[in-house]
């Protein structure tokens, strides 16, 4: 393996949910295929996250062949979801936007409420001209996103993960620590390079797909939150807010913007370009 590689890849085909760690993906302008094309949506047609809803975190989806999804949870049958190819749109809010999806059937509504216990309804967002925009104080023109909470891809690195542990056990909420990775959730996580390099990164290339790097990741209440239980407690947010705040946000990990479409597979060889 190169002295600086790709060690483990993440998608997430339900937002909020968790996903899988395939050995490569396809990368798309817009993100990874498959990552985070379904999203939640409540009575009013409002994004669902784990933010309010920390009981997501223990269910999970699965893509099968043909963009199907497979989902479980604790306490319900598996359930197979096939994309909706009707066409009939509705439209839906995720932070500002408003973005035109495709229902699930019936029964993945029925399978999500009786789940969470208040009526909800899953979205699936299907053609490419019907992605959201970007940040336009961050974007290029054209440049879209999934339902990803703003970018296409978010990096982490497990040297950086290492460095915030040792600061955790330093704190009052040493008891915590060491965190998982998972609590990030990020896309694509980088070995082999020197704690908190991200800062300065602008351009990087992971195998043939090169990437432009956009902004540090502010974070929010899902990473304190265990990922296997759904408990939550006061890190990692308590370290970031002495350690790592960027204005007004605390910050772990850096957004990418895909330069160019391709495939990456665990493994690969990590470059910072610029």
Request: charged share 25%; aromatic share 6%; proline share 9%.
């Amino acid at each position: 393996m190169p002295e600086s590689a790709l060690q483990a890849i993440h998608l997430y085909p339900v937002k909020s949910l968790a996903g899988s760690g395939p050995g490569e993906a396809v990368v798309e302008p817009w993100g990874l295929a498959g990552d985070r094309r379904w999203m939640l949506v409540d009575a009013q047609r409002r994004m669902l996250s784990q933010r309010p809803n920390p009981k997501l975190a223990l269910a999970a989806a699965e893509e099968l062949p043909g963009q199907a999804v497979r989902l479980t949870a604790p306490g319900m049958p598996p359930l197979t979801v096939e994309v909706p190819w009707s066409g009939e749109t509705v439209a839906v809010e995720i932070w500002r936007d408003t973005v035109d999806a495709v229902p699930a059937d019936a029964a993945a509504a029925d399978w999500f409420s009786r789940y969470l216990g208040v009526p909800v309804e899953l979205v699936h967002l299907d053609a490419p001209g019907k992605r959201r925009p970007i940040d336009p104080a961050y974007a290029r023109p054209d440049e879209t996103v999934s339902f990803a909470d703003g970018f296409p891809l978010l990096l982490t690195t497990t040297s950086s993960l290492d460095a915030l542990n040792s600061l955790v056990a330093q704190g009052d909420h040493a008891d915590e620590g060491p965190l998982p990775m998972n609590r990030f959730r990020p896309n694509v996580v980088v070995d082999g390079t020197a704690p908190w390099a991200e800062d300065t990164w602008r351009t990087v290339r992971i195998g043939e797909v090169v990437f432009r790097v956009v902004k540090p990741c502010g974070r929010c209440v899902v990473t304190t939150t265990d990922q296997r239980t759904a408990e939550r407690g006061k890190e990692p947010l308590r370290t970031l807010a002495r350690h790592r705040r960027v204005g007004d946000q605390l910050v772990f990990g850096q957004n990418l913007v895909p330069q160019k479409t391709g495939t990456i597979r665990v493994g690969d060889a990590f470059e910072v370009l610029g």
